[in-house]
Protein backbone atom coordinates (compact mmCIF):
# COMPACT_ATOMS: atom_id res chain seq x y z
CA UNK A 1 0.00 0.00 0.00
CA UNK A 2 1.24 3.41 -0.98
CA UNK A 3 0.88 5.87 1.69
CA UNK A 4 0.64 10.13 1.20
CA UNK A 5 1.83 12.19 4.35
CA UNK A 6 1.34 15.44 5.30
CA UNK A 7 4.31 16.59 7.62
CA UNK A 8 5.07 19.66 9.33
CA UNK A 9 8.60 20.62 11.31
CA UNK A 10 11.07 23.09 12.70
CA UNK A 11 14.14 22.33 10.87
CA UNK A 12 15.71 23.89 13.72
CA UNK A 13 18.88 21.88 14.83
CA UNK A 14 18.48 19.56 11.40
CA UNK A 15 20.82 19.44 8.56
CA UNK A 16 18.09 19.56 6.40
CA UNK A 17 15.30 17.08 5.38
CA UNK A 18 17.39 14.50 3.19
CA UNK A 19 18.80 11.74 4.62
CA UNK A 20 22.58 12.04 5.27
CA UNK A 21 25.39 9.92 7.12
CA UNK A 22 26.78 11.50 10.10
CA UNK A 23 24.32 14.52 10.11
CA UNK A 24 20.52 14.77 11.67
CA UNK A 25 17.42 15.38 9.18
CA UNK A 26 13.73 15.02 8.88
CA UNK A 27 13.86 11.95 6.80
CA UNK A 28 15.89 9.93 9.29
CA UNK A 29 13.83 10.55 11.97
CA UNK A 30 10.56 9.88 9.95
CA UNK A 31 12.10 6.60 8.59
CA UNK A 32 13.20 5.47 12.24
CA UNK A 33 9.62 5.91 13.26
CA UNK A 34 8.03 3.80 10.61
CA UNK A 35 11.01 1.31 11.19
CA UNK A 36 10.23 1.20 14.96
CA UNK A 37 6.22 0.55 14.20
CA UNK A 38 6.41 -1.71 10.60
CA UNK A 39 9.45 -3.90 11.75
CA UNK A 40 10.75 -3.16 8.54
CA UNK A 41 12.87 -0.32 6.88
CA UNK A 42 10.96 1.91 4.84
CA UNK A 43 12.13 5.06 2.32
CA UNK A 44 10.03 7.44 1.99
CA UNK A 45 9.86 10.20 -1.04
CA UNK A 46 9.06 13.81 -0.33
CA UNK A 47 8.12 16.56 -2.47
CA UNK A 48 11.04 18.79 -1.82
CA UNK A 49 14.73 18.34 0.35
CA UNK A 50 14.67 22.16 2.41
CA UNK A 51 17.99 22.89 3.53
CA UNK A 52 19.55 22.93 6.83
CA UNK A 53 17.97 25.06 9.15
CA UNK A 54 14.42 25.68 6.27
CA UNK A 55 10.98 25.21 8.48
CA UNK A 56 8.00 22.95 6.46
CA UNK A 57 4.20 23.56 7.51
CA UNK A 58 3.35 21.32 4.02
CA UNK A 59 5.68 18.62 2.86
CA UNK A 60 4.45 16.28 1.41
CA UNK A 61 6.11 12.83 1.54
CA UNK A 62 5.01 8.87 0.30
CA UNK A 63 6.00 5.16 1.58
CA UNK A 64 5.46 1.71 1.29
CA UNK A 65 4.49 -0.04 3.43
CA UNK A 66 2.51 -3.72 4.48
CA UNK A 67 0.75 -2.23 6.98
CA UNK A 68 -2.41 -4.39 7.97
CA UNK A 69 -3.96 -2.18 10.67
CA UNK A 70 -5.92 1.10 10.69
CA UNK A 71 -4.03 4.25 8.64
CA UNK A 72 -5.39 6.02 12.28
CA UNK A 73 -3.34 3.60 14.22
CA UNK A 74 0.11 3.89 11.72
CA UNK A 75 -1.11 8.22 12.47
CA UNK A 76 -1.04 7.66 16.04
CA UNK A 77 2.16 5.95 16.66
CA UNK A 78 4.29 7.99 14.05
CA UNK A 79 3.48 10.90 16.14
CA UNK A 80 4.40 8.88 19.44
CA UNK A 81 7.38 8.28 18.11
CA UNK A 82 9.17 11.70 16.59
CA UNK A 83 10.42 13.96 18.38
CA UNK A 84 8.36 17.10 19.09
CA UNK A 85 9.79 19.09 16.42
CA UNK A 86 8.60 16.97 13.73
CA UNK A 87 4.46 16.08 13.86
CA UNK A 88 2.85 13.73 10.71
CA UNK A 89 -0.48 16.16 10.24
CA UNK A 90 -2.22 13.73 8.26
CA UNK A 91 -2.16 10.24 6.44
CA UNK A 92 -4.02 9.02 3.73
CA UNK A 93 -3.74 6.34 0.96
CA UNK A 94 -2.62 7.03 -2.56
CA UNK A 95 -2.58 5.68 -6.18
CA UNK A 96 0.86 2.95 -6.59
CA UNK A 97 1.76 5.64 -8.90
CA UNK A 98 1.43 8.97 -6.78
CA UNK A 99 4.92 10.59 -6.71
CA UNK A 100 5.02 13.38 -4.22
CA UNK A 101 8.10 15.33 -6.12
CA UNK A 102 7.24 14.94 -10.10
CA UNK A 103 3.29 15.26 -9.84
CA UNK A 104 3.45 18.59 -7.87
CA UNK A 105 2.43 21.37 -9.72
CA UNK A 106 2.88 24.35 -7.28
CA UNK A 107 5.34 24.70 -4.87
CA UNK A 108 4.25 27.65 -2.15
CA UNK A 109 7.03 29.15 0.25
CA UNK A 110 7.38 31.61 2.54
CA UNK A 111 10.15 33.90 4.22
CA UNK A 112 9.14 35.33 7.68
CA UNK A 113 10.70 38.87 8.67
CA UNK A 114 10.71 40.47 11.61
CA UNK A 115 11.43 44.23 11.25
CA UNK A 116 11.91 46.30 14.75
CA UNK A 117 14.60 48.43 15.90
CA UNK A 118 15.41 45.42 19.04
CA UNK A 119 15.42 41.36 18.13
CA UNK A 120 12.58 39.42 19.71
CA UNK A 121 14.80 36.44 21.12
CA UNK A 122 10.69 34.26 20.96
CA UNK A 123 10.76 34.94 16.83
CA UNK A 124 14.63 34.28 16.41
CA UNK A 125 13.67 30.11 15.23
CA UNK A 126 11.24 31.39 12.79
CA UNK A 127 12.38 35.08 11.39
CA UNK A 128 15.40 36.97 10.10
CA UNK A 129 15.73 39.77 12.27
CA UNK A 130 16.20 43.55 10.39
CA UNK A 131 15.94 46.81 12.04
CA UNK A 132 17.41 48.50 9.26
CA UNK A 133 14.52 50.62 7.44
CA UNK A 134 13.48 49.12 4.21
CA UNK A 135 10.84 50.49 1.74
CA UNK A 136 8.16 48.12 1.54
CA UNK A 137 6.89 49.16 -1.39
CA UNK A 138 9.82 49.57 -3.61
CA UNK A 139 10.63 45.82 -2.72
CA UNK A 140 6.88 44.69 -3.81
CA UNK A 141 7.42 46.26 -7.02
CA UNK A 142 10.91 44.38 -7.38
CA UNK A 143 9.03 40.71 -6.73
CA UNK A 144 6.07 41.58 -9.04
CA UNK A 145 9.37 41.50 -11.76
CA UNK A 146 9.72 37.77 -11.50
CA UNK A 147 6.78 36.53 -12.18
CA UNK A 148 6.98 34.16 -15.19
CA UNK A 149 9.04 31.60 -16.73
CA UNK A 150 12.28 32.46 -16.31
CA UNK A 151 15.80 30.98 -16.06
CA UNK A 152 16.78 31.69 -12.48
CA UNK A 153 20.26 30.96 -12.87
CA UNK A 154 20.77 34.12 -10.75
CA UNK A 155 19.33 32.66 -7.66
CA UNK A 156 20.10 29.71 -7.81
CA UNK A 157 21.53 26.02 -8.74
CA UNK A 158 19.44 23.11 -9.86
CA UNK A 159 19.31 19.72 -7.64
CA UNK A 160 19.66 17.87 -10.69
CA UNK A 161 21.31 18.73 -14.50
CA UNK A 162 21.38 22.24 -15.74
CA UNK A 163 18.04 23.00 -16.47
CA UNK A 164 17.55 26.39 -14.47
CA UNK A 165 14.31 27.39 -15.77
CA UNK A 166 11.38 27.99 -13.67
CA UNK A 167 7.70 28.98 -13.44
CA UNK A 168 6.95 31.52 -10.74
CA UNK A 169 3.27 32.43 -10.64
CA UNK A 170 3.19 34.81 -7.39
CA UNK A 171 5.87 36.58 -5.64
CA UNK A 172 4.44 39.05 -3.09
CA UNK A 173 5.01 40.81 0.16
CA UNK A 174 2.31 41.19 2.94
CA UNK A 175 2.84 42.68 6.57
CA UNK A 176 0.82 42.59 9.88
CA UNK A 177 2.09 44.60 12.98
CA UNK A 178 3.93 43.10 15.87
CA UNK A 179 4.16 43.90 19.38
CA UNK A 180 6.85 46.82 21.01
CA UNK A 181 6.52 48.53 17.98
CA UNK A 182 7.66 46.13 15.33
CA UNK A 183 6.01 44.56 12.21
CA UNK A 184 6.17 41.07 10.84
CA UNK A 185 7.06 40.89 6.51
CA UNK A 186 6.17 38.10 4.95
CA UNK A 187 7.43 37.42 1.49
CA UNK A 188 5.34 34.63 -0.65
CA UNK A 189 6.17 33.12 -3.93
CA UNK A 190 4.37 29.86 -5.75
CA UNK A 191 6.40 28.36 -8.59
CA UNK A 192 6.41 25.04 -9.84
CA UNK A 193 9.68 24.08 -8.66
CA UNK A 194 12.24 25.90 -7.27
CA UNK A 195 16.54 25.99 -7.51
CA UNK A 196 18.70 25.56 -4.61
CA UNK A 197 18.90 28.30 -2.17
CA UNK A 198 16.62 30.22 -5.05
CA UNK A 199 14.13 31.68 -2.10
CA UNK A 200 16.92 32.76 -0.31
CA UNK A 201 18.53 34.35 -2.85
CA UNK A 202 15.76 36.08 -3.94
CA UNK A 203 14.89 37.64 -0.45
CA UNK A 204 18.59 39.02 -0.06
CA UNK A 205 18.42 40.95 -3.31
CA UNK A 206 14.75 42.27 -2.32
CA UNK A 207 16.66 43.10 0.71
CA UNK A 208 19.04 45.08 -0.51
CA UNK A 209 16.21 46.71 -2.54
CA UNK A 210 14.39 47.94 0.22
CA UNK A 211 17.71 49.07 1.80
CA UNK A 212 17.80 51.61 -1.53
CA UNK A 213 21.10 49.84 -2.34
CA UNK A 214 19.20 48.78 -5.50
CA UNK A 215 16.52 50.37 -7.83
CA UNK A 216 13.14 48.34 -8.02
CA UNK A 217 14.09 48.07 -11.60
CA UNK A 218 17.51 45.97 -11.08
CA UNK A 219 15.74 42.88 -9.84
CA UNK A 220 14.88 41.92 -13.67
CA UNK A 221 18.27 43.15 -15.09
CA UNK A 222 19.80 40.95 -12.80
CA UNK A 223 17.12 37.89 -13.80
CA UNK A 224 17.84 38.43 -17.56
CA UNK A 225 21.78 38.73 -16.52
CA UNK A 226 21.90 34.99 -15.02
CA UNK A 227 24.83 35.79 -13.43
CA UNK A 228 25.21 34.86 -9.60
CA UNK A 229 27.40 37.61 -8.82
CA UNK A 230 24.66 40.41 -9.04
CA UNK A 231 22.30 38.79 -6.73
CA UNK A 232 22.01 37.74 -3.00
CA UNK A 233 23.69 37.32 -0.43
CA UNK A 234 21.32 34.39 0.54
CA UNK A 235 19.23 35.39 3.60
CA UNK A 236 19.97 32.69 6.86
CA UNK A 237 17.36 29.61 6.53
CA UNK A 238 15.44 30.01 9.47
CA UNK A 239 13.08 32.31 8.29
CA UNK A 240 12.08 30.05 5.64
CA UNK A 241 9.22 27.49 5.26
CA UNK A 242 7.54 25.34 3.00
CA UNK A 243 4.15 26.05 3.06
CA UNK A 244 2.50 23.90 0.61
CA UNK A 245 2.42 21.97 -2.64
CA UNK A 246 -0.43 21.71 -4.80
CA UNK A 247 -1.29 18.80 -7.29
CA UNK A 248 -4.12 17.87 -9.98
CA UNK A 249 -6.01 15.71 -7.56
CA UNK A 250 -5.69 13.52 -4.47
Same mark, same amino acid.
Given at each position: ????????? *??? +????? !??? =?????? =????????????????????? $?RTD???????? /????????????????? +????????????? #???????????????????????IYH???????? #???????????? /???????? #???? $?????????? &??? $???????????????????????????????? #????????????????? $??? /?? &? &?GAM? *????????????????? !?????????? *???
Amino acid at each position: MRVKALVSY *DGT +GYSGF !QWQ =QNAPTI =QAELERALQSLTGTFTRIVAA $GRTDAGVHAEGQ /VIVFDTEWRHPLESLHR +GLNALLPAQIAVL #ALTPAPATFHPRFDARRRWYRYTIYHAPVRDPWA #ARVSLHVHRPLD /VSAMQQAA #ATLV $GRFDFSAFGS &PPQ $GNNAVREVFRAEWHSQPAEHGGQWLYFDIEAN #AFLRRMVRMIVGTLLRV $GYG /VL &P &PGAMH *DILTARERRLAGPAVAP !QGLSLRAVAY *DSL
